[in-house]
Nanobody, 126 residues
Framework: QVKLVESGGGLVQAGGSLRLSCAAS????????MGWFRQAPGKERESVAT????????GYPDSVKGRFTISRDNAKNTVYLQMNSLNPEDTAVYYC???????????????????WGQGTQVTVSS
């Protein structure tokens, strides 16, 4: 059974930081690209960070570039999202997702991800 379990969400003041974790089980972790997505009320789910198998390739949208950092520890089957300089527009439910790939590539489209976690709420107060 595949499980992706996010943790680390919570309430933080604007300008603060949070570190999200996503522990994976039931998959060959080092053959899956991983991604972090978020969805705010009334908005579509959007990608905020993606990382390839080996962790050598990462991708971010302009909205979080320079503030968010994705990383992974294949020995622990865990992917992380370090979020700095948070602002109220970052408030959303954050999801991690896994996509089986044939190479050390990035996967950006939500539809390409097979497995999803249950999400963790991040709320940034002004």
């Amino acid at each position: 059974q595949v499980k992706l379990v996010e943790s680390g969400g919570g309430l933080v003041q604007a300008g603060g930081s949070l570190r999200l974790s996503c522990a994976a089980s039931g998959i060959t972790f080092n053959r899956h690209a991983m991604g972090w997505f978020r969805q705010a009320p009334g908005k579509e789910r959007e990608s905020v960070a993606t990382i390839s198998w080996k962790g050598t390739n990462t991708g971010y949208p302009d909205s979080v570039k320079g503030r968010f950092t994705i990383s992974r520890d294949n020995a622990k089957n865990t992917v992380y999202l370090q979020m700095n300089s948070l602002n109220p527009e970052d408030t959303a439910v954050y999801y991690c997702a896994a996509a089986l790939t044939l190479g050390n590539v990035l996967v950006k489209a939500p539809g390409a991800y097979t497995y999803w976690g249950q999400g963790t709420q991040v709320t940034v107060s002004s």
